[in-house]
């Protein structure tokens, strides 16, 4: 498997279990899940770090299919190279550092590295287009 593609599996696992934290939250402040929260699904109060891990995991939701399409675009049209295998590596690395700082709740840090996965995918992106 290429860089581009293991980098690939590994950001969607990193993203199906961003969800982990903001469970541990809810059960460790409001107990297991009751009957009644399938009814009403109202989100029951959590602590600031609860709704930053909630909000680190639908970033990383939001932010996924612009890397993942560009990275698929850049295997079946055979352009990997070098620069691919980076900005896959690096979108990793920066969505795993961004989750780390969310959760923690380091302003401004956290914008920084978002910003540099976005140029991660802007990378891709001109690979893809040259």
Same mark, same amino acid.
């Given at each position: ?22 469970? +541990? ?5 409001? $107990?297991?899940?009751?009957? $009644? ?12 770090? $609860?709704?930053?891990?909630?909000? #680190?995991? %639908? ?5 996924? #299919? ?6 698929? +675009? %850049?295997? %079946? ?7 691919? #295998?980076?900005? #896959? ?7 795993? $550092?961004?989750?780390? @700082?969310?959760? +923690? ?7 920084? @590295? ?17």
């Amino acid at each position: 498997m290429s860089t581009e593609m293991t980098y690939l599996a590994w950001t969607a696992l990193l993203t199906a279990a961003l969800w982990i934290p903001y469970v +541990i939250a809810q059960v460790t402040t409001n $107990g297991p899940l009751q009957g $009644g929260n399938y009814r009403d699904p109202t989100p029951r109060p959590v602590p600031l770090w $609860g709704q930053r891990a909630n909000r #680190a995991h %639908v970033n990383a939701v939001e932010s996924f #299919a612009p890397y993942a399409a560009l990275l698929l +675009i %850049v295997q %079946v049209t055979g352009k990997a190279d070098a620069m691919t #295998a980076f900005w #896959a590596g690096f979108y990793f690395w920066c969505r795993l $550092g961004h989750a780390v @700082i969310y959760l +923690i709740g380091v302003p401004y840090l956290r914008t920084l @590295i978002f910003t540099a996965g976005f140029v991660a995918v802007v990378g891709l992106f001109v690979a893809v287009m040259r």
